[in-house]
């Protein structure tokens, strides 16, 4: 029954998980915005790289009091694994973004939205299970359903990749949209690496 009245110093851990995620969730949706929305992509590009930096941010200030706390809330390579893996999803999120910049990308697609909005729904179903991390109980149904998206973004993404080479006979074409398709499905996966690691976390508690 002692994980229910955890120290304030093995608190301050949870509460910069939830941080993390929060700033994750705030790049997701930034994403989807763009997809959505593709006007001044330059700028929503940069903003997402405001997001990044700041989940840089959180991810060292997690690494910096691991390193000094004795006492965690739960084994450290898992703490290590768990903030690298969150801020690996920013990350690929902001290079999405970029690339769409980079790669003179100058509209929308029906797959680039789908994908978009799985990720928001995957980073949601994350945070729920970050809010409930401390108790060690309950998280199950969200690292299922975090799953259960990734697999949905599998088809998304193949669908997307065959209409690609099928109906586009420009290769510079097929390169762009591969390479936005291939880093938003590589954000979504890291979701799911997120939602494995805490059930690693849940089961080791259990």
Request: charged fraction near 25%; charge should be negative; aromatic fraction near 8%.
């Amino acid at each position: 029954m002692a994980r229910f009245s955890l120290v304030p110093q093995e608190m301050v851990f949870y509460d910069l998980f939830k941080r993390d995620i929060a700033n994750a969730l705030k790049a997701a949706e930034a994403m989807q915005n763009l997809a959505y929305e593709f006007t001044n992509i330059e700028d929503k590009a940069r903003a997402i790289k405001a997001i990044e930096h700041d989940g840089d941010t959180i991810t060292h200030e997690i690494i910096q009091i691991v390193n000094k706390t004795f006492v965690t809330p739960f084994d450290r390579e898992d703490i290590y694994a768990l903030s690298t893996a969150i801020d690996d999803i920013v990350d690929l999120i902001e290079a999405t973004a970029d690339v769409c910049v980079l790669y003179q990308v100058t509209h929308s697609t029906e797959p680039l939205q789908q994908g978009s909005d799985i990720l928001v729904m995957a980073v949601k179903e994350l945070q729920k299970a970050i809010e409930k991390l401390h108790t060690f109980s309950g998280l199950s149904e969200h690292w299922i359903e975090a799953n259960r998206l990734e697999n949905q973004a599998d088809q998304i993404y193949r669908r997307a990749i065959a209409e690609l080479f099928s109906n586009s006979k420009d290769a510079v074409n097929i390169v762009r949209w591969k390479g936005v398709y291939d880093l938003l499905e590589d954000s979504i996966d890291k979701c799911e690496d997120v939602a494995n690691i805490i059930e690693s976390i849940t089961i080791k508690h259990a």
